[in-house]
């Protein structure tokens, strides 16, 4: 009787700890059902590892941070001043700069260059803006009119390629830049030129030309370079750093 009753007992426990089991797994909250599967990535975010795409050619366009003044105004705080260069702006040499005629737009970016004159080969009159620039900013100028005309009616006068040397090889004028209607031709048979006191080979001389002159190239500014005499320009090697 006594194994009946313990065994009895038993039963009876282990059935009041089933349903209590089972009591606290209905109340407890359901469980929130499970994360849907992520959605396939979309073209663009497959792609997120490629290169980004080029930034804006800096050839054409230069920055200028904030605090510094422009022509044309000065950037306020945290914005930016577009500094654009002349039609065909190169350096030359340390000091020495060419280009083509520059209008108001390019008038920030030559104050960046710090100019101490400015040398025209061309024969109009300065435009009034570019000259209330160059006041404003203690930059002289220079201008020795050569006129433009087309082959075959080129004339190219020596003296005053001579006179733009004397201006050029003087340092107390630099930084200087040197320009014409376009930057090539009247601008390339000084820069011409002067590539002869640097020694330069003729073939050199050509090379540099035809870069700025393109498709424009004169074969009389060519033979003009090639026939220069050099001879009577005093110049120091020194001068430059080429």
Known sequence: ???????????????????????????????????????????????????????????????????EAAAGGTAGPGEELLLVPPLNFAMVDHGVYRSGFPDVSNLPFLESLRLRSVLCLCPEPYPEPNLEFLRAHGITLFQLGIDGSKEPFVNIPEDRIREALKVILDVRNHPVLIHCKRGKHRTGCVVGCLRKLQCWCLTSIFDEYQRFAAAKARVSDLRFIELFDISSIKHTPGSFTC
């Open 1 to 67: 009787m006594r194994q009946d009753a313990a065994s009895l007992v038993e039963v009876l426990t282990a059935r009041r700890e089933d349903s209590v089991r089972h009591h606290r797994l209905k109340e407890r909250p359901p469980e929130p059902p499970a994360a849907a599967a992520a959605e396939p990535a979309s073209e663009e975010e497959e792609h997120t590892d490629a290169m980004p795409p080029p930034p804006p050619s800096c050839e054409a366009v230069l920055t200028r941070r904030e605090g």
